[in-house]
C-alpha cells in the first residue's frame, strides 16, 4: 500500500505472482492480475508468461486476445516442461 493506488507494472505482477506461489491454497493463476502498461502491448503477454514460468510452479491462464497470444502461452509451457506440442495435448 506504500506505492498507493497507480497503474500497473511488471515489478508488481512478478510480486503478485511470488505471493500467490506462497500460497499453497492457490493452484492456478489468472491472466495478468495487474497489466504491465510500461510494456509494449502486443508483446506484454510473453513478459507475464515468462513471469509465471520462472516465479511459480503453477499453472495459468493463458491470454484469449487471439489465437497467437493463446499459442503462445501453450508454447512456452511446452518448452518449460520438456515436451512437444503434441504431448501437451
Do not use: W
Amino acid at each position: 500500500m506504500e506505492r498507493g493506488r497507480r497503474a500497473g507494472n511488471l515489478r508488481d505482477y512478478c510480486d503478485l505472482t511470488r505471493l500467490a506461489q506462497h500460497f499453497n491454497c492457490i493452484h492456478m493463476l489468472g491472466n495478468q492480475v495487474c497489466a504491465p502498461v510500461e510494456l509494449p502491448a502486443n508483446s506484454r503477454h510473453l513478459d507475464t508468461y515468462f513471469a509465471n514460468l520462472t516465479l511459480t510452479d503453477k499453472s495459468f491462464h493463458v491470454s484469449a486476445i487471439g489465437r497467437g497470444r493463446a499459442l503462445d502461452g501453450i508454447e512456452m509451457m511446452a518448452i518449460s516442461r520438456g515436451l512437444s506440442l503434441d504431448q501437451m495435448c
